[in-house]
């Protein structure tokens, strides 16, 4: 049965205007909870990526929205936290470099974040190489990379560069009947990503970063969901076990999510996109998450050569 979802990593990420705790109660260390507005241009995506599996749609946080989410809590630039991989001919097998290909995306958006342009450069001719590698046409690459060249300054165009860049690469892939590979780009960004937020836990104590790890209790379920989906000939059962590993990890995560139906004023060409979280995650627990997201990211960066 063919899945179908979307790379929708966030042109409208940059317009968001409001981010606000609920509440006038300091958050406990123990827990958080934190509600969000995001206000968006109508008819642009929320700064989401968009998964289906089966016939439901689930929002996960793009890679963008979450390096927004560091610089945001006060987190600086760290360039250790990078994949410090950059030749992508070491990466020889499609699904390997489908997954880093997902990774190196999550690394460009941080480092377009943080203004790290020249880096970005770099991280954007390792993609194009990955790219290419897995069978999307270099012809996709050849004018976007001319405009990012043209825009090095701009730090809202080479976001919005990357929102286009990730969405092409997607709809290639799944014209071309490739969706196992677009569900390995999207497991590579969605760990690298919450590989950030972990990493920055441990020397900032802050409730939105612990809010955001909590939140992925559902997120990895439906992540799950997908690449059994494409699991077929059993290629992805190691994955799956070092996910379902981790599930029973985010099993004590105490949480509660409510969504609210958007809220549009179209005299202003605006959507208000509300939701309230609430996540209750120990020190010890916090520990455990991160010591597994940092060994399904090493599994994924590691080579053969390594």
Known sequence: MKSSFYFLFAAASIFVLSLASCGGEDPKKMGSESSEETTTPKAKSSGSSVLKVGDKLFNLPSPLETAMLIQEVGGHFNESMLNPIVDAGQYSVKEKQAMNLGVYGADL?????????????????????????IGISPALYKGLIKRFEGNMENKDSLLIFVSELNLLSDEYLKENESEDLSAMILYGGWVESLYFVSELSKSLDNAKLRARVGEQKNTLENLIGLISQQNADGRFDDILTSLNDLKASFAKVNSTYSYFEPETKPDQQLTIIKSKSSVELDDALMEEISNKITALRNSIITTSAS
Not at 109 to 123: D, P, V
């Open 109 to 133: 958006g941080y480092c377009l974040i943080y203004n790290q342009s020249q880096k970005a450069f770099t991280l954007l001719a390792t993609t194009k190489k990955l790219g290419t590698e």
